[in-house]
């Protein structure tokens, strides 16, 4: 009896342990709970001063500008009145939260002391007043709206403004710029940035806001006020010319890495804000490649993928004497190539290797230059256009004729049959076996080359026929010579009428 | 992701149907099609209809359909085994294919060849020469053809 008793008095003084126990764990637990949800809201900004300085604080989304510089100014020995922050190209108003400027972890702003206005150059101090007042929203918000037409605007705003845009990262919204990050090396959304375009300081405020990419892609667009220097940079410049604005962009989707972590904005690619089906497979995606003709021919980013690897395996991309090997329009419109070619960096890492590869060739063949004949080696060589006998020098080292792309020989170049069983005479002992097998390899893919192909007339490129009439267009995109099968000659009226079809 | 242009095609195709052509697809991936054209009033080909066949390439709409006849047909640019020589056919840099064009635009440049053959580009050198020279032989021909195979 007894012993039951003490046992049930065991239990409850346990069960009271356990229970007081239990609280002081809860209530740990809250504590740390809301001591990391602080934490996880705070957003660490690094501050730069016009004494050169870098300030890192720990700042809550929810405040706002006046805030920021209450905390900024007596690190500056200043009053909170005496700062301005810029931001973007923006200075920024004191109403205006943190939430609302679009800053990533580790984002700078830069903190300049308010100088008296008539020390300014050149530009009228009511000028100055009102960019002040209509310019307190980050440019981010600004150009969104500039860029797009007005139908369009109500959407970007209502996305731009308001809690949404949380730090945390909300994957509903809308991007709007894109990039080629070479950190994350993917496409990835992009943010867009200002600077001086004489010192690189980041303490610059536009005097308008960019309307549409040319604005943005194209230097000395916008005019602006170094906020760094402006003395510096306007009477370096001796005043002949105001200071420009230079845009840059940078990947939103990692911390930045500093000043120098730039991102190429992809300008071709943008939000499907009409929603515009894709023209080869008719579906509306979002965000789409829009090509740069008049008509402005949108496809999906996959079909866009699939048009470049079909051109590339057809070795239909295009050398532009500027911007280098890329594509037009796959509707066919003129003036339509791509400017930008890093848009080909939505090909996977092996189809821009290839790209590359390619682009290096066609460079080099248009160039006046050959290409080692080599299996395996390829290297570009550019050498005096008399020049028969070329030796691949940086590559393998073969020694080889200009004209029929074997090695090199004294005299006239032997035909086709004739070369293939050359140099098996003379060393059938002392022979390394592994370097026969390699030998015997590119002897057996040669032969395959020669058998299925015949060169063209004028670019000599291996061509196969599968098929049809003896008429044939050099594939290579800088060539296309028009040529016949039988004759291997140009293609004339005589072969359409002899043995058009062989 | 192709197929799915090409169904949007069919489905459009099949809702204002073009003159005189109609597609069934022959298999559920709409890899191949067989399509049936009616031969144009005053031409010889007039009363047939004529059986094609269009395989569609994994890249379309990058890479263009193939198509041939599989009825016979005496004309200057299609020849026995049905193949058609006709720019739009065929890719860049040889030929005018777009990505825009379609199986629709494609069937209805095969027609209009029907009604207007072109004997400056042949396939047929022998028919082209009868078409250009001795028209009546050409016509006598080619409705022979078509009574006896499309009807």
């Known amino acids: 009896m007894s012993g ?16 007081t126990l239990k609280n002081i764990l809860h209530t740990m637990l809250q504590l740390l709970w809301f001591g990391k949800k602080t934490i996880t809201n705070s957003l660490n900004i690094y501050i730069k001063t016009s004494g050169g300085n870098t300030l890192s604080v720990d700042l809550d989304p929810s405040w706002d500008i006046k805030n920021v510089k209450e905390i900024v100014a007596p690190k500056l020995g200043l009053e909170p009145e005496e700062v301005k922050i810029i931001f973007a190209g923006k200075e920024l108003g004191d109403s205006i939260t943190i939430a609302e400027c679009d800053l990533g972890e580790q984002s700078i702003l830069h903190a300049v002391k308010i100088k008296t206005k008539t020390k300014l150059p050149d530009i009228s101090t009511d000028t100055i007043d009102e960019i002040e007042e209509q310019n307190t929203r980050p440019l981010c918000g600004t150009l969104n709206d500039a860029m797009f037409s007005s139908e369009d605007s109500t959407r970007n705003s209502s996305t731009t403004s308001g809690s949404d845009l949380d ?40 005097h308008s806001d ?53 991102a190429v904005p992809l300008y071709l690619i943008r939000p499907n804000l009409k929603d515009v089906p894709c023209l080869a497979c008719a579906d509306v ?33 295009w050398q532009h004497p500027e911007y280098g090997y890329t594509l037009a329009c796959p509707a066919g419109c003129s003036d339509s190539f791509i400017k930008e070619i890093h848009h ?74 004739g070369d293939i069983n050359i140099n098996n005479e003379g060393c059938l ?65 005589e072969c359409m009428g002899s043995h058009w079809f062989g | 992701m192709q197929r799915q242009r090409l169904s949007r095609e069919l489905a459009k195709m099949r809702n ?41 390439p994994e890249r379309y709409p990058f890479v263009p359909p193939s198509i041939k006849f599989i009825t016979k047909v005496y004309h200057p640019n299609i020849d026995d085994n049905g193949r058609i020589c006709l720019d739009l056919i065929k890719m860049p840099p040889a030929g005018r294919w777009k990505p825009t064009i379609g199986v629709e635009g494609l069937l209805i440049a095969v027609r209009m060849l029907l009604e207007t053959p072109n004997p400056e580009d042949p396939l047929m050198a022998d028919i082209a020469e009868e078409f250009k020279n001795h028209k009546d032989d050409y016509v006598r021909k080619a409705k022979m053809y078509t009574e006896k195979y499309a009807c």
């Open chain 1, 4 to 19: 039951s008793a003490n046992r049930l008095q065991l239990l409850s003084v346990m069960s009271f342990f356990i229970n």
């Open chain 1, 167 to 206: 730090v945390s990262g909300n994957s509903n919204l809308r991007v709007h710029f894109f990039v080629f990050c070479p950190t994350c090396k993917t496409l990835k959304s992009g943010k867009i940035r200002v600077r001086c375009n004489f010192c690189n300081s980041g303490a610059f405020t536009v």
């Open chain 1, 210 to 262: 960019p309307q549409n990419w040319h604005d943005v892609l194209e230097p000395k667009q916008i005019t602006g006020l170094c906020e760094n220097n402006p003395e510096l940079c306007a009477n370096i410049l001796n005043n002949r010319e105001p200071t420009f604005a230079e845009f840059y962009f940078k990947c939103s989707e990692h911390i930045s890495l500093g000043e120098k972590d730039e």
């Open chain 1, 285 to 317: 995606s979002d965000p789409v490649f829009v090509f740069p003709c008049s008509e402005g021919h949108v496809t999906c980013l996959d079909c866009f993928r699939q048009y470049c690897v079909t051109k590339l395996t057809e070795r239909q991309f």
């Open chain 1, 344 to 417: 080909f960096r939505l090909l996977t890492e092996a189809q821009y290797g290839q790209y590359q590869r390619f682009g290096t060739e066609e460079f080099v063949l248009r160039s006046g230059g050959v290409l080692c004949p080599q299996p395996g080696c390829g290297m570009g060589i550019l050498a005096d256009p008399e020049c028969t006998k070329i030796t691949c020098i940086n590559g393998c080292g073969y020694v080889f004729c200009r004209l029929c792309l074997q090695g090199y020989h004294i005299g006239e170049c032997q035909t086709a049959e």
């Open chain 1, 429 to 493: 002992y002392n022979v390394d076996p592994t370097r026969a097998a390699e030998a015997r390899w590119d002897e057996a893919s040669k032969v395959t080359i020669k058998v299925l192909t015949k060169p063209c007339p004028k670019c000599r490129t291996p061509t196969e026929r599968d098929g049809g009439c003896m008429h044939m267009v050099c594939t290579r995109a800088g060539c296309q010579f028009h040529w016949c099968w039988v004759c291997q000659t140009a293609w004339t009226r």
């Open chain 2, 16 to 56: 204002t149907p073009p003159q005189g052509i109609c597609v069934f697809p022959k298999d559920d991936n709409l890899s191949s099609l067989e399509v049936k054209i009616v031969g144009p009033d005053d031409t010889p080909y007039k009363n047939g209809v004529f059986t094609l066949e269009v395989l569609v």
